[in-house]
């Protein structure tokens, strides 16, 4: 069942399972900015009357180009996917946080999807000599690579960045949970420049 609201945009949430997933998802429903709110993960979550505000697409992140449809008819895509070494592993937090996030985007692209949103790291780099943030670098190249018309990415407690233009990335300050949701949520509702972070010199 879709949300009311929302002016018939919809979008889909990747990673709604984790903390800051949460509070997005929260957020989405509270303002209503979409007619229709997919989330796509691993398994079915319960959501108590909140679910029957959503739609889930159940989905195998190994065979994630079986699940192209999940990612169909969105205009905005939220990812918040992530782990970490301590609980998968160096190999499976680089197939988790850079191959499932990148694969992702492009099947999203492929859908339709016009708008982009990942959640990163504060001091992402991709020639980063640790694993974190070089993967984290890497999967933010990865994404603005795909060719959304727009692609958000938020760095927590990181000084707010706007990269030239034509890029069309913002790299936001942040309290994680809270503030991406918040961030990421004006995004792409807001179009005054007036309410939008201001860019610094960097």
């Not at 990673?15 to 509270?30: I, W, Y």
């Not at 990269?163 to 309290?175: E, K, M, N, V, Y």
């Not at 949520?185 to 005054?192: A, G, I």
Request: charged share 25%; aromatic share 6%.
């Amino acid at each position: 069942m879709a949300a009311a609201g929302g002016g018939g945009r919809s979008c889909f949430v990747l990673g709604a399972s984790g903390e800051t997933g949460r509070v997005l998802l929260r957020k989405l429903l509270d303002r209503r900015a979409f007619a229709r709110i997919t989330l796509i993960g691993r398994r079915r979550l319960s959501l108590g009357e909140a679910e029957a505000a959503v739609e889930q697409a159940v989905v195998d992140f190994e065979r994630l180009g079986e699940h192209a449809a999940a990612f169909q008819g969105h205009d905005v895509g939220f990812c918040c996917l992530g782990t970490t070494r301590a609980r998968a592993g160096a190999d499976g937090f680089v197939r988790v946080d850079r191959d499932y996030v990148a694969q992702a985007a492009e099947l999203a692209r492929a859908g339709g999807c016009k708008h982009f949103v990942l959640q990163s790291s504060r001091g992402a780099n991709a020639q980063s000599r640790f694993l974190y943030l070089r993967v984290k670098g890497e999967v933010e190249n990865l994404v603005q690579a795909v060719g959304f018309d727009h692609c958000t990415i938020l760095r927590p407690a990181c000084t707010v960045l706007l990269l030239p233009r034509r890029s069309g990335i913002l790299l936001s300050s942040a309290q994680w949970g809270k503030e991406f949701s918040d961030q990421g949520l004006s995004s792409v509702t807001f179009h005054d420049p007036a309410k939008a972070p201001k860019p610094v010199s960097v």
